[in-house]
């Protein structure tokens, strides 16, 4: 049986170890939480830190192919074993490209794909005001973002981001957010997860709507769009394209090189999920049908609303409501703002999808 090694132990590895036990593969983690949200679901987990080379290097050792659910893990190690011929998907060149968000936009220009403008820190005037700065890795849920006003704001700008290296990018006054769920396989097959709608609350992932509400016009764009950047990069995955609308401008933000909170409604929204389709893509088979399964899907996080260990309350009543179904990260611990679980609502209308989500949202606790 083979066996997929995931570096990073949190939800996304956990809904992809879900994903690849149904295909009958075996998974082994690497993270340094004991029994976190993918160790409890995996057959076996490493304790050890995924930016550790001896550590990745003990992950490879007892699996047949490795992937990643996050962008800090060590890649200079994934690529010295992608060198020594051990499959890892993306490649750790694509990973060493995206996680470094500076190279990762000037990547994106050189291919042609439109991005907000960006320069270095010491060129941010000519941006305008407001601008962003933005630390150029480690940064999530936006976390290493900070907007700059004016002149004067710039010191504590970069304090706010914690004094790492930085970049500056225009401030754009988007209509929406919008992003594609997308995958490629090793050979360059791309297929692409209807463009959704993304809805965030204090730089965090608070809604996903699908499909968008756009014009026809405006998700060719954002598709076409995706497509560009899935057909630029290098290596098997599941890729998530993060954009802006700005009356009928559409932007490239931001790309991660693995399944991302905007395709957690796949699950139950569509024929393939984002996580069946990652395994799918990184073991060779054939990518899954993307059409949704329904008309319309709602996905709301559930973020923690106090620090503290967890106690779920409401999922048994939650899951009473039709088309509803709850997904609980199992993290020990709640802390204000943290992703501990989401809720996906499908339905024959948007409308339909959202208040079934809403209602299921206000019934449950952690
Ligand atoms: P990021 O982690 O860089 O994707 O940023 C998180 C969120 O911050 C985005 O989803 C936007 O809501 C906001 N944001 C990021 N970059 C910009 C920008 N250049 N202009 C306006 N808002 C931004």
């Given amino acids: 049986m083979k066996t997929v090694g995931i570096a990073g132990g949190g939800q996304l590895g956990r809904m992809l170890a879900d994903a690849a036990h149904r295909l009958g593969l075996r998974v082994v983690t690497l993270d340094p939480e004991s029994r976190g949200p993918a160790g409890q679901v995996s057959d076996e987990q490493i304790e050890g830190d995924y930016k550790d080379a001896t550590m990745i290097r003990a992950l490879a050792g007892k699996s047949d192919v490795l992937t990643y659910e996050i962008e800090s893990v ?26 470094d968000k500076l190279r990762q936009k000037e990547f994106l220009k050189e291919h042609g794909i439109a991005v907000a403008p960006f320069c270095e820190p010491q060129d941010a005037e000519s941006l305008g005001y407001p601008y ?25 700008a970069l304090g706010k981001i914690g004094n790492v290296p930085a970049y500056a990018e225009g401030f ?6 919008l992003a594609v769920v997308a995958a490629r396989t090793a050979s360059g097959e791309i297929r692409l997860y209807p463009v959704v709608e993304t809805i965030h609350k204090d730089h965090i992932c608070d809604t996903v709507i699908a499909p968008a509400q ?29 954009m802006f609308l700005s009356g009928d401008e559409v932007v490239v933000n931001e790309v991660a090189p693995r399944v991302h909170n ?28 993307t059409a949704m399964a329904a008309p319309a899907a709602v996905m709301i996080n559930i973020l923690g609303e106090r620090n503290g260990p967890a106690e779920p309350k409401g999922v048994e009543e939650a899951e009473k409501i039709p088309g509803v179904k709850v997904h609980i990260y199992g993290k020990m611990e709640t802390r204000k703002q943290r992703k501990m679980g989401h809720i996906t609502a499908v339905a024959d209308t948007l409308d339909q999808a959202k208040g079934s989500a809403l209602k299921a949202r206000d019934i449950i606790t952690i």
């Fill in 172 to 177: 754009v006054r988007f209509d929406k957010e």
């Fill in 262 to 289: 905007s395709g957690h409604w796949t699950i139950e929204g569509a024929v393939t999920s984002q996580f069946e389709q990652h395994i799918r893509a990184i073991t060779g088979m054939p990518l899954g049908d």
């Fill in 214 to 242: 756009v014009d026809k016009k405006i998700a060719d764009k954002a598709e076409h769009l995706a497509h560009s950047v899935l057909a630029s990069f290098e290596g098997a995955g599941v890729f998530a394209i993060e």
């Fill in 74 to 99: 060590n890649a200079e190690a994934l690529q010295q074993l992608a060198v020594e011929g051990f499959p890892v998907h993306p490649t750790p060149r694509t990973l060493a490209i995206i996680k």
């Fill in 132 to 156: 962003v700065l933005k630390a150029r890795s480690g940064g999530f849920d936006g976390r290493g973002n900070a907007t700059v006003a004016d002149v004067s704001a710039l010191a504590e």
